[in-house]
C-alpha cells in the first residue's frame, strides 16, 4: 500500500511527509537523508551565511542524493536583513525546482520562480492568508498550526480546527504543520483534510541531523509543556523551548520591555551556539509541542518507514474495523 496524495503527485515524492526550512538545522546531511527516504527535504537558505555558501551547501546535498529536494526562503524582521534577491538568485542559478516560502506576501517571488519552472510551497498561519496564497498562483499550501514551533501566528488556532477550516477552501495541495511526528498524527492530518504533513522537530531528533546530542536528548526528555511563547506582546509570538533565556525574554516583555530591552537575549549567535555547543541554556532555540511525543533517536530512514507503515496499519486495520456493515438480514428488517 501506498499513501498517495495531491502532495506526492505535485511535488514528486514517494511520501506525504515534508522537513520545512528550520533555522541552523536544515543542512545537506539532514535535507539528502529525508530525501532519500522519500520524504520532501528543505535546505534552509539563511543559515547558510551567503548566498555562495548556499550554493554549496545545494552542491553538497546533491552529493548525498539524487532525489527531489527544495530549498526555504524565510523573510522575517531581522535586525540585519539578509541579501534576500541573491539568495533567491542562487536558488534559480542552481537549478532546484522547489522552493518553501515563509514570513512574508510570497508574491514578490513567485514570477520569478515560476519562469523559471520551480513549484511554490508557501507556509502560513491562518485559513485568510492560504486563501490568498492560493489566488496569487502558488503551488501548495503548509498550513500551520498553533502548535508549531517558530512562529504560530497571532491568532492561537490550533491544528485540528486550522486543518478542516483552510481545507474548506484550498484547492490546491495543503500540508498540515505543527503538533506532527508520528503515524497517528499523519492519519489525522488527512482525514482533517490535509495531503500530508510537514515535520521540524519531530526530524531535530534524528541521527542525521546536524545539532548536538545534548539538544536531541534535551527533545526526548522534554514534555508536550516545555515551551514558551515569546514576543506576544510584539505581536510577532515565536515558540521556542523553555530555558534560562526564554523565561527571562518573556518576563521582560511581560513587564513592558521592548524589543531593544531583550535583543542582546535573542541574537541568533546565542541559538546556534545552542545548537552548535549543546548548551541548552545559552540561548533562544526553536521547538515545537510535539516534543512531548518525541521518544527516540532514530535515522530519518527509520523514522519515515515507521511512520508510513504504521499509518498504513492504522487505516487498513484499526479504523476499517471500526466500520460495521449491517447483514442483508438487517437491512432487509
Given at each position: 500500500?501506498?499513501?498517495?496524495?495531491?502532495?506526492?503527485?505535485?511535488?514528486?515524492?514517494?511520501?506525504?511527509?515534508?522537513?520545512?526550512?528550520?533555522?541552523?538545522?536544515?543542512?545537506?546531511?539532514?535535507?539528502?537523508?529525508?530525501?532519500?527516504?522519500?520524504?520532501?527535504?528543505?535546505?534552509?537558505?539563511?543559515?547558510?551565511?551567503?548566498?555562495?555558501?548556499?550554493?554549496?551547501?545545494?552542491?553538497?546535498?546533491?552529493?548525498?542524493?539524487?532525489?527531489?529536494?527544495?530549498v526555504n526562503l524565510t523573510i522575517l524582521p531581522a535586525i540585519n536583513p539578509p541579501p534576500y534577491d541573491e539568495y533567491r538568485q542562487v536558488i534559480?542559478?542552481?537549478?532546484?525546482?522547489?522552493?518553501?516560502?515563509?514570513?512574508?506576501?510570497?508574491?514578490?517571488?513567485?514570477?520569478?520562480?515560476?519562469?523559471?519552472?520551480?513549484?511554490?510551497?508557501?507556509?502560513?498561519?491562518?485559513?485568510?492568508?492560504?486563501?490568498?496564497?492560493?489566488?496569487?498562483?502558488?503551488?501548495?499550501?503548509?498550513?500551520?498550526?498553533?502548535?508549531?514551533?517558530?512562529?504560530?501566528?497571532?491568532?492561537?488556532?490550533?491544528?485540528?480546527?486550522?486543518?478542516?477550516?483552510?481545507?474548506?477552501?484550498?484547492?490546491?495541495?495543503?500540508?498540515?504543520?505543527?503538533?506532527?511526528?508520528?503515524?497517528?498524527?499523519?492519519?489525522?492530518?488527512?482525514?482533517?483534510?490535509?495531503?500530508?504533513?510537514?515535520?521540524?522537530?519531530?526530524?531535530?531528533?534524528?541521527?542525521?541531523?546536524?545539532?548536538?546530542?545534548?539538544?536531541?536528548?534535551?527533545?526526548?526528555?522534554?514534555?508536550?509543556?516545555?515551551?514558551?511563547?515569546?514576543?506576544?506582546?510584539?505581536?510577532?509570538?515565536a515558540r521556542v523551548a523553555s530555558n534560562v533565556v526564554s523565561r527571562e525574554v518573556v518576563e521582560i516583555l511581560k513587564g513592558g520591555g521592548q524589543?531593544?530591552?531583550?535583543?542582546?537575549?535573542?541574537?541568533?549567535?546565542?541559538?546556534?551556539?545552542?545548537?552548535?555547543?549543546?548548551?541548552?541554556?545559552?540561548?533562544?532555540?526553536?521547538?515545537?509541542?510535539?516534543?512531548?511525543?518525541?521518544?527516540?533517536?532514530?535515522?530519518?530512514?527509520?523514522?519515515?518507514?515507521?511512520?508510513?507503515t504504521e499509518a498504513e496499519q492504522l487505516i487498513t486495520n484499526r479504523l476499517i474495523d471500526m466500520v460495521t456493515v449491517p447483514s442483508s438480514e438487517?437491512?432487509?428488517?
Amino acid at each position: 500500500m501506498t499513501l498517495m496524495t495531491k502532495f506526492t503527485e505535485v511535488f514528486g515524492v514517494e511520501h506525504p511527509i515534508a522537513q520545512g526550512g528550520m533555522q541552523w538545522v536544515g543542512r545537506a546531511e539532514l535535507v539528502a537523508a529525508v530525501a532519500n527516504a522519500g520524504g520532501l527535504g528543505f535546505i534552509t537558505a539563511l543559515t547558510q551565511p551567503t548566498p555562495a555558501d548556499l550554493s554549496r551547501e545545494i552542491q553538497k546535498t546533491r552529493e548525498l542524493t539524487d532525489k527531489p529536494f527544495g530549498v526555504n526562503l524565510t523573510i522575517l524582521p531581522a535586525i540585519n536583513p539578509p541579501p534576500y534577491d541573491e539568495y533567491r538568485q542562487v536558488i534559480v542559478n542552481e537549478g532546484i525546482k522547489i522552493v518553501e516560502t515563509a514570513g512574508s506576501n510570497p508574491a514578490p517571488h513567485l514570477p520569478m520562480f515560476h519562469d523559471n519552472g520551480i513549484k511554490v510551497l508557501h507556509k502560513c498561519t491562518s485559513v485568510r492568508h492560504a486563501v490568498k496564497a492560493q489566488s496569487l498562483g502558488v503551488d501548495g499550501i503548509s498550513i500551520d498550526g498553533f502548535e508549531c514551533a517558530g512562529h504560530p501566528g497571532e491568532d492561537d488556532v490550533p491544528g485540528l480546527v486550522l486543518i478542516p477550516a483552510a481545507a474548506k477552501h484550498i484547492e490546491i495541495p495543503m500540508i498540515a504543520s505543527g503538533g506532527f511526528g508520528d503515524a497517528r498524527g499523519l492519519v489525522a492530518a488527512l482525514a482533517l483534510g490535509a495531503d500530508g504533513i510537514n515535520m521540524g522537530t519531530r526530524f531535530m531528533a534524528t541521527v542525521e541531523s546536524c545539532i548536538h546530542d545534548n539538544v536531541k536528548q534535551a527533545i526526548v526528555d522534554g514534555d508536550e509543556r516545555g515551551t514558551e511563547l515569546i514576543f506576544r506582546s510584539l505581536h510577532n509570538t515565536a515558540r521556542v523551548a523553555s530555558n534560562v533565556v526564554s523565561r527571562e525574554v518573556v518576563e521582560i516583555l511581560k513587564g513592558g520591555g521592548q524589543f531593544e530591552d531583550v535583543k542582546d537575549l535573542v541574537a541568533g549567535v546565542r541559538g546556534r551556539k545552542v545548537f552548535d555547543d549543546g548548551d541548552i541554556d545559552a540561548g533562544i532555540w526553536t521547538v515545537g509541542t510535539v516534543m512531548g511525543l518525541i521518544d527516540d533517536i532514530p535515522t530519518v530512514g527509520e523514522l519515515i518507514s515507521r511512520i508510513v507503515t504504521e499509518a498504513e496499519q492504522l487505516i487498513t486495520n484499526r479504523l476499517i474495523d471500526m466500520v460495521t456493515v449491517p447483514s442483508s438480514e438487517e437491512l432487509s428488517a
